[in-house]
């Protein structure tokens, strides 16, 4: 025993740097994409995005509202300077024509800065490119809902997010698949112990008494033994339940959104539905009508977890009506087969 113990240490012993790190790369790799990990991946993925997507868009973003200030403030200025100085305050037509003149000059400036550089009249004391708000517009990439109210106007923004949503989406449909199992087979574990184990008998199969000689065995109407009824992944989840926590999902969200956003409870449902179903128009979108010092930061942030609790949750949703659909179906042709057998 000691020779074979003493061999065993001097196995180990002998592996090399390369070997270990081959192993610490693996168990690394292992865990990223593990239940727990896959969260963690996510989201300093999405992390990574908004501090990249801040270094390419906000410089441009900045420079192009600089611009449309400095024009309004030119603007402003001349025609200052026309009404109290240049024109006879007693001449109305010469005030007019300078006035008109001058209107036209910063029209014309607005429409070059709007076909050249993408201005889109967004608000100047609003950052798009902040943090939260290229946090949300990286999580919106990779889960594809795509608003649009946030953009890439420069070349290397564009070529990033291009190469940032093909890393990006199948590394969230993981994410979804993963939570999404594990929060059905939570949710299944629950809705059996408080259906099952406290005396409400409703999702549990009737009993049918087979006598075959001299032995006896207990069969159900669904095929299955009667071990299989404590079995917590063996319960199905009625849809009526999977649609009620989804609608409540929504609902709460519309309510939350609509006291920050001061929109309607209709507008709040509807931003929650098309957020969640990855519609995303963007017509109705947070943070666009308040200014930075009215939370725009908070509400970003928890936009962002909202949707990916809330995609989680739905794939939960489906992965449990699919399984209640699968075992209807079943059910419904186990009732076929025997009434062929009992006509035969």
């Known amino acids: 025993m000691q020779r074979k113990r003493s061999t065993r240490r001097s196995f180990k012993r002998q592996k090399t740097w390369g070997q270990r790190l081959k192993d610490y790369l693996r168990n690394f790799v292992a865990f990223m994409f593990s239940n727990v990990g896959i ?4 989201i300093g993925y999405t992390i990574a995005g908004s501090f ?25 200025n001349r025609l200052w ?39 889109e009249g967004e608000d100047i004391s609003a950052n798009r490119w902040s943090f ?30 291009i190469l940032y949503a093909i890393a990006g989406m199948p590394l969230f449909l993981l994410y979804l698949s993963n939570i999404g199992d594990i929060l059905a087979k939570s949710f299944k574990w629950t809705y059996a112990k ?24 207990v069969t159900f109407e669904d095929g299955s033994d009667e071990s299989s009824i404590y079995d917590p992944q063996s319960v199905t989840v009625p849809i009526t339940l999977c649609l009620a926590i989804m609608v409540g999902y929504v609902y709460g969200g519309a309510i939350l ?47 962002s977890m909202y949707l990916m609790l809330g ?33 035969r």
């Not at 006035?99 to 014309?108: I, S």
């Not at 290229?134 to 953009?151: E, K, P, Q, R």
């Not at 939960?316 to 006509?343: A, P, S, W, Y």
Request: glycine share 8%; proline share 2%; aromatic share 10%.
């Open 39 to 42: 969260i963690g991946l996510v």
């Open 52 to 76: 990249m997507f801040i270094a390419i868009e906000s410089p441009k973003y900045t420079s192009r509202i600089e611009n449309i200030l400095r024009l309004r403030n030119m603007t402003a």
């Open 81 to 119: 300077q026309t009404t109290c100085c240049e024109i006879n305050i007693f001449s109305e037509a010469s005030w007019r024509n300078k006035v008109d003149h001058e209107l036209k000059e910063f029209q014309n400036s607005i429409v070059h800065e709007v076909q050249i550089h993408g201005y």
């Open 132 to 161: 939260s708000g290229a946090f949300l517009y990286s999580l919106t990439v990779i889960t594809t809902i795509g608003y649009g109210n946030v953009a890439p106007r420069t070349e290397w923004g564009k070529l990033a997010t």
């Open 194 to 217: 408080c259906c099952l184990c406290t005396g409400c008998q409703l999702s549990r199969p009737s009993k049918e008494i087979k006598v075959e000689g001299a032995t006896e065995s």
């Open 257 to 303: 959104f609509g006291k920050w956003e001061k929109w309607g409870l209709l507008d709040g449902a509807y931003f929650c539905f098309i957020s969640l179903s990855t519609i995303g128009f963007g017509d109705i979108v947070p943070g666009d009508m308040i200014r930075k010092d009215e939370g725009i930061e908070l509400r970003f942030i928890f936009c």
């Open 311 to 343: 995609m989680a949750l739905i794939a939960m949703c489906f992965n449990l009506m699919q399984e209640e659909v699968v075992h209807k179906i079943r059910t419904c042709g186990d009732m076929m087969r025997r009434i062929t057998r009992c006509n």
